[in-house]
């Protein structure tokens, strides 16, 4: 219980930094429009009033998660960081949250990990000492890893959500396309229509277009930064139909289709994994409480019985 309790008050410590730490994405687009509006009237501000009215995550809690990453940005392969930044890639660049916070929030992590794993050793040594170091063990390594086990989940949420949303997407980029747009017209449309992660990545696609880079390249970075098969597939069929002329209707149809008969096939895998899911709780859970109420009332009425019969027995002779 005290081991719980401490993993709980240790991960809830965390994710108030991480919140902290991290903006909606509305809410940072709303700051930034007003700040966009509202530059000309504030051009007089000093600096000092501009740092003063920035939010409690900006002034506190992201200038601490830089002063701990630059512990290990020395000691950080450069190959290192740009797998991080993948992931975070893969995990939409969760709003002001770099490869530096996310070293510097594994810093933050580790340091309570251990903190904690002392507290548990402390406690737990009245019990066993082999006990006590094996719980702190535990602890120590649950905060080590736990930010990148927060950034997997996150990165398994994303993928799911655009593997589910991406046969509609498809749908509406064939209606787009047979209504006379073209592809680029077509994207537009879906960013316009529809919320999640694939239209903003789209909508980033359109906007390194505008910048000046070519489609073939910023759809090829886009399945880079998601991925996800199906994506990486779909970006293949775009550019085979660009450089050999194939109608773009055609190929989204193709993709649809596709796309569509893996989703039931996943649909139906995920069925089949139900049982064996099932097992554990039946075994460990389920199946101990039918027993005793299956086998409970039989087996007190065979001690009761035994003990009125013991209770019953003439003394041995000569007692």
């Not at 190959?79 to 002001?96: F, I, S």
């Not at 999640?196 to 359109?206: K, S």
């Not at 399945?223 to 989204?252: N, P």
């Not at 149809?253 to 008969?261: E, I, P, S």
């Amino acid at each position: 219980m005290i081991l719980l309790l401490c993993v709980m008050f240790f991960t809830t410590v965390l994710l108030f930094v991480i919140g902290l730490s991290m903006r909606p994405a509305s809410l940072v687009l709303i700051q930034d429009r007003v700040q966009h509006l509202a530059q000309p009237f504030n051009a007089t501000v000093s600096v000092i009033q501009q740092e003063i009215g920035a939010p409690f995550s900006e002034r506190v809690v992201r200038p601490i998660l830089l002063q701990l990453s630059r512990l290990v940005m020395r000691m950080t392969p450069e190959g290192q960081t740009d797998v991080l930044q993948q992931r975070l890639d893969a995990a939409g660049n969760p709003p002001r949250l770099g490869v530096r916070e996310f070293l510097g929030l594994r810093v933050l992590s580790a340091a309570g990990g251990f903190l904690c794993a002392v507290v548990v050793y402390r406690l737990m040594l009245s019990v066993s000492t082999p006990v006590a170091i094996i719980c702190g063990l535990l602890v120590l390594v649950m905060g080590v890893l736990l930010p990148d086990y927060m950034l997997q989940q996150a990165i398994g949420r994303r993928q799911y959500q655009i593997r589910k949303l991406l046969p509609d997407i498809l749908d509406l980029l064939i209606v787009s396309v047979e209504a006379g747009l073209g592809f680029d017209g077509a994207m537009a449309k879906v960013v316009e229509k529809m919320k999640g992660p694939f239209p903003q990545e789209l909508c980033r696609v359109l906007q390194e277009m505008q910048m000046g880079k070519a489609r073939t390249p910023a759809l090829k970075d886009m399945a880079a930064r998601v991925q996800v098969q199906e994506v990486s597939t779909f970006v293949a069929a775009i550019y085979q139909a660009d450089q050999l002329g194939v109608s773009m209707a055609k190929v989204l149809h193709v993709q649809a289709d596709t796309m569509r008969v893996a989703r039931s096939q996943r649909i139906r895998e995920m069925a089949a994994k139900l049982p064996v899911k099932m097992l554990f709780p039946l075994v460990f859970f389920i199946f101990p409480a039918i027993f005793v109420i299956i086998i409970g009332p039989g087996v007190i009425s065979i001690i009761y019985s035994f003990v009125l019969n013991g209770m019953n027995t003439p003394p041995p002779m000569g007692q």
